[in-house]
């Protein structure tokens, strides 16, 4: 099976845009979750989301939204971006039911000039 | 709220030797996982081992073992016979458990530990 892929793999950005960056989990996973990395503030759980619907949701601003489509590819959103959001964004799939294992995928480089 | 700590932020060993990496969690909830996750430089993090809290034994995976301590709230990782491909950050992270075991996709991250291996 393919892993999991996201798209694009480096993204750059100004201040005040938009950006939306996809996330395709492994063929039968339902459900996909997103996470923020950065140096200073490690790991942090964003939002996941199992048949189209969000399940869970992190602390971060509305400014970040997400989505799932009926083929259980997600995309994330960020509005109105700042410098801060400077991160590498992970998404992560796997079956969904019950306790799986989250496949990673490899991430993309968003960086906010 | 859970939180999970990695007290250690840099270790190194040499090749062929053992290495321990700390962490301690602190939760009010009863179920839950616990995980060691690797991501080299390239960046793709992959699942090391899991331990699922009900369970007394520690889980073990070839060359990695845990040491699960529930009352001390500590999951320390143990690579035996290092090699030069384990170099990379180890996060430990927590996941709790839902009723119906069920857990809805949340990874509770520590800081990281960037571990390096010399040959």
């Known amino acids: 099976k393919a892993g999991v892929t996201q798209t694009p793999r480096y993204l750059i950005k100004t201040r005040g845009q938009q950006v939306t960056l996809s996330c395709s989990p492994i063929s039968g996973h339902r459900s996909v979750s997103w996470y923020q990395q950065t140096p200073g503030q490690g790991l942090q759980f964003l939002f996941e989301?199992?048949?189209?619907?969000?399940?869970n949701k992190g602390n971060f601003p509305g400014r970040f939204s997400g989505r799932q489509f009926s083929n259980s590819r997600s995309e994330m959103n960020v509005s109105t971006l700042e410098l801060g959001d400077s991160a590498l964004y992970l998404c992560?799939?796997?079956?969904?039911?019950?306790?799986?294992?989250?496949?990673f995928g490899p991430g993309t480089r968003l960086t906010v000039l | 709220a859970q939180t999970v700590t990695q007290s250690q932020p840099e270790m190194s060993v040499q090749e062929a030797e053992t290495v321990t990496l700390s962490c301690t969690y602190d939760t009010s909830e009863n179920n839950y996982y616990l995980f060691w996750y690797k991501q080299p430089p390239s960046r793709q993090m992959i699942l090391v081992i899991r331990q699922e809290a009900y369970k007394q034994q520690n889980a073990t995976e070839n060359r990695f073992s845990v040491n699960f301590q529930k009352a001390a709230k500590s999951f320390s990782l143990k690579i035996s016979d290092s090699q030069l491909g384990d170099t990379a950050m180890y996060f430990c992270a927590f996941m709790k458990r839902n009723a119906g075991g069920t857990s809805y996709g949340k990874l509770t991250f520590g800081q990281g530990t960037i571990l390096t291996v010399h040959p």
């Open positions: 989301y199992f048949s189209e619907t969000q399940r």
């Open positions: 992560a799939s796997s079956e969904g039911d019950h306790y799986n294992e989250q496949f």
